[in-house]
């Protein structure tokens, strides 16, 4: 049973647009949300994260959204750059008395851009 | 910071064999997590250690244990290996309280 799902296990986009990624969950438990970047041969990157108190955090070109009532987050990408291009991962993890827990992945959207 | 080391970086076995794989966590980082990416797929967690206990453990077998040093190092041990262990083995660092893993980049295991 899987309880983070990307549908999408690629999507490719023009450099200069905005990529958007798609990130659902199923537990409701969830309160916190990671995306991480991976390029290959590497390990994954962190890349933004939010609380479930808050519906939007914003660092730079990215951008997580979450709607806890359709159990949805995305990953706003703009503009979209060469570099980019990578695996993109959502994990989800669960609170534990201030501590958090481990990580729960999704199967990996692969972004390219292409110039 | 020194970031999180793992090695070795590739490691072939033969199924049955024993394998240890290890890392080195982010200095100050007193929780150490393994997880296991088989192709295609997203990382999976195996387990975690804390103060040298494990403190939480994923959906695999006992034949996957771990160690946690005083050092923040750690190892990953897995015994009568099967050819579905092969992937990518991920070590990540965090501390308690804090929000936020990092990973280093993973020892690819080919079990023939």
């Known amino acids: 049973d899987q309880q983070v799902k990307q549908n999408s296990p690629s999507l490719s986009v023009q450099e200069g647009r905005i990529s958007i990624l798609n990130c659902d969950y199923t537990n409701s438990m969830f309160d916190y949300f990671l995306w991480y970047k991976k390029y290959p041969a590497e390990g994954p990157t962190f890349l933004i994260s939010i609380s479930s108190i808050k519906d939007k955090n914003e660092d730079g070109r990215f951008t997580v959204f979450l709607n806890k009532s359709a159990k949805h987050l995305s990953l706003h990408i703009v503009p979209s750059q060469p570099g980019d291009s990578a695996v993109y991962f959502c994990a989800a993890s669960r609170n534990y008395g201030g501590s958090q827990g481990n990580l729960i992945f999704g199967k990996g959207t692969k972004l390219s851009v292409k110039p | 910071e020194t970031g999180v080391t793992q090695s070795p970086t590739h490691l072939i076995k033969t199924r049955g064999q024993q394998v240890t794989l290890r890392c080195s966590s982010q200095?100050?980082?007193?929780?150490v997590s393994w997880y296991q990416q088989a192709l295609g797929q997203g990382p999976q967690f195996i387990f975690q250690?804390?103060?040298?206990?494990?403190?939480g453990r994923g959906n695999f077998p006992p034949r996957f244990s771990g160690l946690q040093f005083p050092n923040y190092s750690s190892e990953l041990n897995v015994n009568a290996l099967e050819l579905d262990d092969s992937a990518l083995y991920l070590c990540a660092s965090s501390w308690t309280g804090g929000y936020g893993y990092t990973f280093g980049s993973g020892t690819r295991l080919t079990v023939v």
């Open positions: 200095s100050g980082h007193n929780t």
């Open positions: 250690y804390y103060r040298e206990e494990e403190n």
